[in-house]
């Protein structure tokens, strides 16, 4: 089964260890360092939900802004048991690099709610949506800080949060404020692709790495962790290149053929199964502890944080961990593949194609135009191979591993910024 993020400090510790490698290896500026390893403000809000029944329940909801120095804050929020400030800090701080890293005008944000959505109904969570972004307030804006969907957030959800920010303007001025957050339902400002767009990123990066090791997608076998936005269009697009789906595991058990899985069929049962995968019928249940240690070559975790730890390092026979989701694998669990020759294609490059189509969206709604699926995809696939190639640079000149890489263009840029500015006063 996905391992739950119980240790709340785990995402935080890995976050902090893998800045201060990249940090030792690149010399940052003592000052800029102090800077980066400090959050600028985190929000905690409590708010009361009245539910189908009449009740009253008081949620609370996280919003971290880490750093702003290349923009608006940006990143998603999160409904899920786990949330909670150290985790919201440490995805907070991935969304900074990520947005460097991909050479976006961003800084880094990240929130959600401790809830768990499955046990709520939509009318409740239109109601829980809404009120959580008048909490928040202006602490909230589009050119300020600007949220999208994360696990187990949806478009519908966003265009709640736009409808509820507009509300709180004035009707003359409300247009101007739709872009407050991304990842909204195309019709309502959103952008077509960007559903796709974080599972098309981890198939180019996949690619990319392919053409790096000179080899082929076809016919390589893979597993997929979460079956989600992320998991099934990274699926879709593997389908595309010829690769064997092996392997899937999410909230609800495990479920392998060794003869593949087609992602469209498992889709279609999942879409009247509540999003589960469990009791397809065209695969075979297995034990979930057995998930990371199955027979493939790529191994694609996309639901949550510390999934690859010292406890199943050993056992993977996968040959590149293609990170979907942000943060799934520890520090610990790193070290030993990296012991083992396996590759890792950082969640702040493989994930990147989300946030970059959320860029998109923003620039779509700021300058009044519409893109198209074909605009959206060839610019996405481009930007991929600018980051992917910027990270293999930096792995070879500072000889070091790809995550490690990938932070060094993420904070290099960031460290220039402050040199050019400076810091007031
Ligand atoms: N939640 C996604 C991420 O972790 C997307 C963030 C965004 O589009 O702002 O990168």
Not at 123 to 142: D, H, K, Q, S, V
Not at 320 to 337: D, F, H, Q, R, Y
Not at 366 to 391: A, C, H, P, Y
Request: net charge neutral.
């Amino acid at each position: 089964m996905i391992t739950q993020e119980k240790k709340k400090e785990g995402m935080y510790e890995s976050v902090v260890k893998q800045f201060e490698k990249a940090a030792n290896a690149m010399n940052l500026d003592t000052n800029i360092r102090k800077i980066l390893a400090a959050t600028n403000n985190e929000i905690v809000v409590h708010f009361p939900v009245k539910m189908d029944n009449g009740d009253v329940e008081v949620f609370t909801g996280y919003r971290v802004q880490h750093n702003n120095a290349l923009g608006p804050y940006k990143g998603g929020l999160r409904y899920h048991p786990t949330v909670d400030i150290d985790a919201a800090r440490a995805l907070a701080i991935w969304m900074t690099w990520k947005t460097s890293l991909a050479g976006l005008p961003y800084g880094g944000g990240k929130g959600g709610i401790q809830l768990d959505p499955k046990k709520y109904s939509t009318t409740e969570l239109e109601r829980i949506t809404r009120r959580f972004t008048y909490a928040l307030g202006e602490n909230i804006g589009p050119d300020y800080d600007i949220p999208a969907p994360d696990v187990n957030t949806t478009p519908q959800m966003m265009a709640w949060i736009s409808d509820t920010f507009m509300l709180t303007k004035r009707p003359s001025e409300r247009s101007k404020f739709a872009h407050v957050v991304t990842g909204k339902p195309v019709g309502s400002g959103g952008l077509e692709g960007r559903d796709r767009a974080t599972g098309f990123g981890v198939v180019t990066s996949i690619q990319a790495w392919a053409d790096w090791k000179n080899t082929t997608l076809a016919g390589k076998r893979y597993i997929v962790q979460g079956f989600g936005n992320v998991g099934h269009w990274a699926s879709l697009f593997m389908k595309e290149k010829g690769a064997i789906l092996t392997a899937v595991q999410d909230a609800s058990g495990t479920i392998y053929n060794a003869d593949g899985i087609d992602p469209q069929d498992l889709l279609a049962y999942t879409l009247t199964n509540k999003g589960n995968v469990a009791g397809y019928a065209n695969a075979t249940s297995i034990e979930p502890s057995t998930f990371f240690g199955l027979d493939c070559e790529i191994c694609i975790p996309a639901a949550l944080g510390n999934q690859i730890t010292e406890a199943n390092a050993d056992s993977i026979k996968a040959s590149v961990i293609a990170e979907g989701a942000n943060g799934p694998t520890s520090p610990g669990g790193e070290k030993i593949l990296a012991e083992r020759g396996i590759d890792v294609i950082p969640d702040i490059l493989c994930n990147s194609g989300g946030v970059i189509g959320s860029y998109y969206e923003w620039l779509q709604n700021k300058q009044g135009e519409l893109w198209t699926m074909d605009d959206v995809i060839t610019r996405l696939e481009k930007q991929l191979l600018i980051s992917f190639n910027k990270v293999v640079a930096a792995s070879e000149e500072y000889k070091t591993d790809f995550r490690t890489a990938a932070y060094i263009v993420a904070i290099k840029r960031i460290e220039l910024a402050y040199i050019q500015r400076g810091v007031f006063p």
